[in-house]
Nanobody
Framework: QVQVVESGGGLVQPGGSLRLSCAASGSIFSLYAMNWYRQAPGKQRELVAA???????NYADSVKGRFTISRDNANNTVYLRMNSLKPEDTAVYYC???????????????WGQGTQVTVSS
């Protein structure tokens, strides 16, 4: 089993910045992709940013140039630096990690509980 814990959300004014953190712990043999999703009220969950095991990255068009995803493999942690925040970035942000529990095993998906980001003046 793997535990995924996000932190760093909060209330910020438009134009401000936040950094989200997500730490994975437990039965981890290998960590593959680590991703950030978000879900705004009344909307579907969407992929915001993704980082592979070799640190290649991918971003939603709506956050390109403003958000940066990074990872610390030694500590099984992924970060999301969010700059120039807009009211439309308001959502619950979820961390998703892809894990193998053993060398020959399959890849499992785990999710955190989410952290609220509110952008408002």
């Amino acid at each position: 089993q793997v535990q995924v814990v996000e932190s760093g959300g909060g209330l910020v004014q438009p134009g401000g910045s936040l950094r989200l953190s997500c730490a994975a712990s437990g039965s981890i043999f290998s960590l593959y992709a680590m991703n950030w999703y978000r879900q705004a009220p009344g909307k579907q969950r969407e992929l915001v940013a993704a980082i592979s095991s070799d640190s290649s990255t991918n971003y939603a068009d709506s956050v390109k140039g403003r958000f940066t995803i990074s990872r610390d493999n030694a500590n099984n942690t992924v970060y999301l630096r969010m700059n120039s925040l807009k009211p439309e970035d308001t959502a619950v942000y979820y961390c998703n990690v892809q894990v193998k529990h053993r060398r020959a095993g399959i890849v499992y998906n785990y999710w955190g509980q989410g952290t609220q980001v509110t952008v408002s003046s």
